[in-house]
């Protein structure tokens, strides 16, 4: 059985040539006072702070495919399925993101073309523009060899969020074409909630709270109103096992039991509960680096929904020269750990699950 990376990104040079002629969040760019030399991109508000922590260094390993197939050989990793990393096209002017998403889309099919059964990958949306402008790429994606969905972030259409229904087409023409939503955080939480200190902690708070949480709110927000009573048929891989999702999800239904608001509202009434939702419309991915949360996710969703990820090229070691990775290491042995002698699930996680649902 291969294995199998669903979470692994890539900025193809189109984009990342837009953000070189940026000064504004995103952005990639030298600081002559940083802790080391070289470019650094700028993706998170709360990154862009005048200090170690202001963005990341950003290599080849960013844009240069051949980086990502290296790593793979370096990790034992067979096929990935590569997607744009946040924030998207979200940032771009109306009437330029339908062309840049062609762009991009058009060069991650190349990507994949050049490592046949090696590279398939989520394609992009250009979410700030019209939802006819969205409906058009989705389709056009649909007819591409690699592509096996896109990838979206909470903003919605221009900032509005996933329950806006102004997505429901948009969201139907996904259903349509069978391609599944990965649903991936974009910047965290608003910077207040760090608090004055924030710079002193690097990019912890951000990247291991405010993701998850972010990622959370807005499914929370798409289920509370009616997304997957719509849409049933609706597939969304949500990143990080989910945010804090399966963890909540008793929470969540239970301060819907007891809504006086929604049930005056006539809101309780055939309504999918979010522990259906979990079973059949969402798939969770294995990026959370231990086997307790992902033990979490396999009871929310079923080990069959479950598929390994790495977020490669973030998170590298630390010390320069390893070519296997902690993050790797620590995804891989939770899948080990959390499903002990169960090889053939073991297997399924690592891979089979991914071939089967993507169609790869
Ligand atoms: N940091 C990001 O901004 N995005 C990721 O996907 C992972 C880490
Ligand atoms: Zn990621």
């Not at 993101?97 to 394609?123: H, I, Q, S, T």
């Not at 207040?192 to 990622?215: D, K, N």
């Not at 997957?228 to 929470?251: C, E, K, M, Y």
Request: overall charge negative.
């Amino acid at each position: 059985m291969p294995v199998v990376d669903v979470h692994t990104h890539i900025y193809p040079s189109v984009y990342t040539e837009l953000l070189r002629s940026r000064d504004k969040v995103p952005y990639i760019r030298s600081f002559p006072d940083a802790p080391t030399a070289g470019d650094r991109l700028v993706i998170l508000p709360a990154e862009d702070t005048a200090s170690t922590s202001r963005g990341r260094p950003i290599g080849s390993e960013y844009y240069d495919i051949r980086q990502k197939i290296a790593f793979k050989d370096a990790n034992e990793i067979d096929i990935s399925v590569i997607s744009l990393a946040n924030p998207w096209l979200d940032w771009l002017p109306p009437n330029e993101a339908a062309e840049v998403a062609k762009k991009v889309n058009d060069d991650v099919e190349r990507m994949c073309e050049e490592y046949p059964k090696r590279l398939y990958a989520f394609g992009t949306l250009p979410l700030s523009a019209s939802a006819n402008d969205v409906v058009a790429e989705i389709e056009r994606l649909s007819t591409m060899k690699h592509m096996r969905g896109v990838i979206i972030g909470t903003a919605g259409l221009g900032g509005t969020g996933l329950d806006d229904p102004k997505l429901d087409p948009i969201y139907a023409a996904l259903e349509r074409t069978g391609q599944t939503v990965f649903l991936h955080p974009r910047w965290g939480l608003p910077g207040e909630v760090w608090g004055p200190r924030a710079s002193e902690y690097g990019h912890v708070l951000p990247l291991a709270l405010g993701f998850p949480h972010e990622t959370t709110i807005a499914v929370s927000r798409m289920l509370l109103s009616g997304v997957w009573d719509r849409f049933q048929d609706l597939n969304v891989l949500i990143a990080h096992s989910g945010g804090t999702l399966p963890f909540l999800a008793g929470r969540i239904e239970s301060c819907v039991a007891h809504d006086a608001h929604l049930k005056h509202g006539g809101k309780l009434e055939r309504r999918r509960d979010l522990w259906d939702v979990l079973k059949k419309n969402i798939y969770l991915d294995a990026v959370i680096y231990s086997e307790v949360g992902l033990k979490a996710a396999i009871d929310a969703s079923g080990a069959d929904r479950v598929m390994f990820g790495t977020d490669h090229p973030f998170f590298p070691p630390l010390d320069t020269g390893e070519t296997e990775w902690l993050s790797v290491r620590l995804n891989t042995r939770a899948v080990q750990t959390a499903l002990g002698d169960d090889q053939k699930t073991v297997e399924d996680v690592m891979g089979g699950n991914a071939v089967r649902i993507l169609k790869l």
